[in-house]
């Protein structure tokens, strides 16, 4: 059950309607500056504190999201970014200096991993150790005198590993490095990583924050002020905010982000189940079912699932994709967290030194069940079997 305290962080909190004519909905702030009575006025504003200057610094409506995203998260402030990826590259940029090495898991978000690999390895001089971790063994071993920041992920989402969060963030604090977690998947109602002692938590809000398919967003949230001020000076100097109307979008998204994630928990949990008995699936990667060999972990850690899975097919890529293209009511698409059921085999193209990597051949199907109810997916994935 969600907590009472989280429902009114989706539905109220931050919110001042007696401030804007005592409208049920805040405004959408589309000014680039606020303007002061006189000189002291301008220089004292703390963009911190929602002293608002030149909009590249704050938005008031972004403002009002990180209020609700900081107490959903049980951070003392949150920041909101104009994508998931700016959100990550001001974490890393934070956290990090020229020459500094970075634990990173290799199931990682693909852009991360081009982040670091092709961009700032040269640009940064940085250093990346990639580990499976789901033994606490795989960090500890790949700590080093220069280590700054471990890149977490769980679970993640295409294999849907769990890592050991408050076991990471222990490790990690003995070692003066800083934890930083992708929650997107759990959402901040199904995980609360700040609690179990990660530094930083990220969400991609074009996932299920704003959960309509129609934004981009991301957003950092953490307890440390210090690190937090300097992610949102940061922000400003890169002019990585995000426009106030995604941020207003983001705000009407997590009224119903209760609602919408059960269903979307209900109806992949059926699903998971169903793939789990068919003849033509060799395994199934959903920490909800209890055949998850990390099913104990993820029961400890999360409250719940949400939409996406994945399975193995018994077949070879060229089957997988077949099976992918007679799906009639799931679309093919990279993303997720939407009302939309998609699906796509993002190991179609792989080479096996990149299936090596994970463990896993090129017959891999994610699968995001969307809102239209567990019965129409079913008879979908049904007939698509049916034609293979
Ligand atoms: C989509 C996604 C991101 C990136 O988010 P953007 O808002 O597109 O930058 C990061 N992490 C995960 C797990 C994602 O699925």
């Keep these: 059950m969600t907590s009472k305290k989280d429902l009114l962080a989706l539905t109220h909190v931050g919110e001042d309607p007696h401030k804007y004519m005592n409208s049920v909905t805040p405004p959408v702030f589309m000014n680039t500056l606020h303007i002061f009575d ?3 006025d301008y220089y004292a504003a703390d963009v911190f504190e929602d002293e608002f200057c030149y909009c590249r610094s704050g938005n008031a409506t972004g403002a009002i999201l990180e209020k609700k995203i900081a107490a959903l998260e049980n951070g003392s402030r949150a920041v909101v970014f104009s994508a998931g990826m700016a959100a990550c590259t001001a974490a890393i940029m934070a956290t990090c200096k020229a020459g500094s090495h970075i634990i990173c898991i290799k199931e990682s978000y693909g852009p991360v991993q081009h982040l670091l690999d092709d961009v700032l390895k040269e640009k940064m001089n940085l250093s990346v150790t990639y580990v499976d971790g789901k033994k606490l063994s795989d960090f500890e071993e790949a700590i080093q005198e220069n280590t700054s920041l471990i890149i977490l992920e769980s679970p993640t989402t295409l294999l849907f590993s769990v890592i050991d969060l408050e076991g990471v963030a222990k490790l990690a604090k003995e070692h003066g490095i800083k934890t930083y977690i992708d929650n997107t998947y759990s959402t901040p109602l199904f995980q609360k990583p700040l609690d179990m002692g990660i530094d930083i938590v990220m969400h991609t809000m074009t996932k299920y924050i704003g959960g309509h398919s129609d934004l981009l967003g991301g957003v950092l949230v953490s307890k440390d002020e210090e690190l937090m001020r300097k992610v949102l000076s940061q922000r400003d100097l890169f002019g990585s905010l995000q426009g106030g109307m995604e941020s207003w ?3 009407r998204g997590l009224r119903t ?8 928990h209900e109806t992949a949990l059926e699903v998971a189940k169903y793939l789990e008995k068919h003849p033509k699936v060799k395994h199934v990667y959903y920490t909800g079912l209890e055949s998850h060999p990390q099913y104990e972990l993820a029961r400890k850690q999360q409250k719940g699932e949400c939409g996406l899975l994945s399975f193995e097919l018994d077949g070879d890529k060229e089957t997988t994709a077949k099976f992918v293209d007679a799906l009639k009511v799931f679309e093919r698409g990279a993303s997720w967290g939407g009302f939309e059921s998609l699906a796509i085999s993002y190991t179609y193209s792989w080479t096996k030194e990149q299936c090596d990597f994970l ?7 994610r699968l995001h069940c969307g809102l239209e109810g567990a019965e129409a997916l079913i008879e979908d994935l049904e007939q ?3 034609q293979i």
């Design 38 to 40: 006189c000189m002291a």
């Design 249 to 251: 979008l983001a705000i």
């Design 257 to 264: 982000l209760d609602v919408r994630l059960r269903r979307h």
């Design 359 to 365: 463990g896993i051949n090129n017959s891999i199907v």
């Design 384 to 386: 698509a079997f049916a």
